[in-house]
């Protein structure tokens, strides 16, 4: 079977990474426009890196959870898809091969003036000197912020690999940031069977093939995609 995942920040909840909207959610304390958009960081670029430094900080001792090693695991008689908004990289340690970072990654710096990326997990630098590429440049977090596009490249395989899917499963997304949230939508308007695994309800919930209200880490180890037999 062609299978795509789809997740959001609540495939790694249950690894202790904080959500965005839940309770403790990451924007508590910080308003997304304040540390998360080009122009917080043309504002002041050291809010935005203590930021994401200290993301990196809480995910330095986070493992991925059940939810994850289950999509991992179902590559070995699956083709599998993972298309994820999240920047914390869990799918790809618990063993995915296929992940589509729609949202970059937060263990990448990219250089502000001339592009260049490299890996980057300090998460508690020595001074609070900006990160600067060789050219001069100061350099970024490698995440999309809002109202920056998503790498091109990277949508239009999630958009591929969806179209080409046999089942889709939308994992821990409250679907509201677009254009990721448009993934789930293309499979529904191609009729393609869509399981959401989510504890509450989404904008989606009403219009997906099957809604699990499961957490993440409980529902996907038990979840057989070849047993999916349609919508009940
Ligand atoms: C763009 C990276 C345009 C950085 C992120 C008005 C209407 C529509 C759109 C817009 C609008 N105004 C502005 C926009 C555009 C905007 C947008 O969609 N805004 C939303 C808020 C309305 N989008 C953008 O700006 C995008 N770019 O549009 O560019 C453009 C076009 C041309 C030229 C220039 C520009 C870029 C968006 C990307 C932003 N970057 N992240 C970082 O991580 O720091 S967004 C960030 O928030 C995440 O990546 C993710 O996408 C989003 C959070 O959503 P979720 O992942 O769903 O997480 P959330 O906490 O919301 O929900 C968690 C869910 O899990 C819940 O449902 C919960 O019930 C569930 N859950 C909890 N525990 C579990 C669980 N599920 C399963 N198991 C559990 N255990
Ligand atoms: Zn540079």
């Given amino acids: 079977m062609k299978i795509v995942v789809l997740s959001g920040a609540g495939m790694s909840a249950e690894s202790g990474v904080p959500t965005f909207r839940g309770t403790d959610a990451l924007w508590n304390g910080h308003r997304p426009e304040d540390v998360a958009t080009p122009e917080a960081f043309r504002r002041d670029p050291s809010n935005v890196w203590e930021f994401y430094r200290a993301r990196r900080r809480n995910l330095l001792d986070v493992r991925p959870n059940a939810g994850h090693l289950a999509v991992a695991g179902w590559q070995d ?91 889709v499963l939308l994992v821990g997304s409250s679907n509201l940031v677009y254009p990721a949230a448009s993934l ?16 509450e309800e989404t904008p989606f919930s009403g ?26």
């Avoid at 957490?215 to 979840?223: D, V």
């Fill in 77 to 167: 008689r699956h083709d599998v898809v993972v298309a994820t908004q999240n920047v914390d990289g869990l799918h790809q340690v618990a063993g995915s091969r296929t992940v589509h970072e729609l949202h970059g990654s937060i263990w990448i710096a990219r250089c502000n003036r001339c592009g260049r990326e490299r890996e980057d997990r300090v998460a508690a630098p020595a001074d609070d000197a900006l990160p600067t590429c060789p050219c001069g440049g100061v350099e970024r977090p490698g995440v999309v912020w809002f109202g920056e596009v998503l790498p091109e490249e990277t949508v239009r395989a999630a958009e591929q690999a969806v179209i080409a899917a046999d089942l």
């Fill in 207 to 232: 219009r997906v093939s099957r809604h699990m209200r499961a957490a993440a880490g409980e529902a996907l180890p038990r979840f057989e995609p070849e047993s999916w037999n349609g919508p009940n």
């Fill in 184 to 199: 789930p939508l293309l499979a529904i308007s191609r009729r393609i069977p869509v399981v959401e695994v989510n504890p």
